[in-house]
């Protein structure tokens, strides 16, 4: 069982790099108006209409980043640690 603990998804905007196909993988995202960097993908996976990924930041707190390809925009939540 995970230890961390979602809070609720929350509208973002994110940079990635892009290779074989565009937002291929985030290097950072906006939290509150901050730009927050990625340091390393945990996971990646797809979800029905999203390209998700667990991310940790350079901060070394986790995220959950997904981007809805139909409508090219980006979510985030923060996984907090359980207590």
């Not at 609720?8 to 196909?21: E, K, V």
């Amino acid at each position: 069982m995970s230890n961390l603990v979602p809070k609720s998804w929350n509208p973002t905007a994110a940079r990635c790099l892009s290779g074989f196909r565009a937002n291929e993988r985030p290097t950072s995202f906006l939290l509150e108006e901050r730009r927050i960097e990625v340091r390393t993908i945990l996971e990646s996976w797809w979800e029905p209409d999203y390209l998700c990924f667990k991310v940790e930041t350079e901060d070394g707190r986790v995220f959950d980043l997904r981007h809805h390809e139909c409508e090219d925009s980006w979510q985030v939540r923060e996984l907090l640690k359980r207590r």
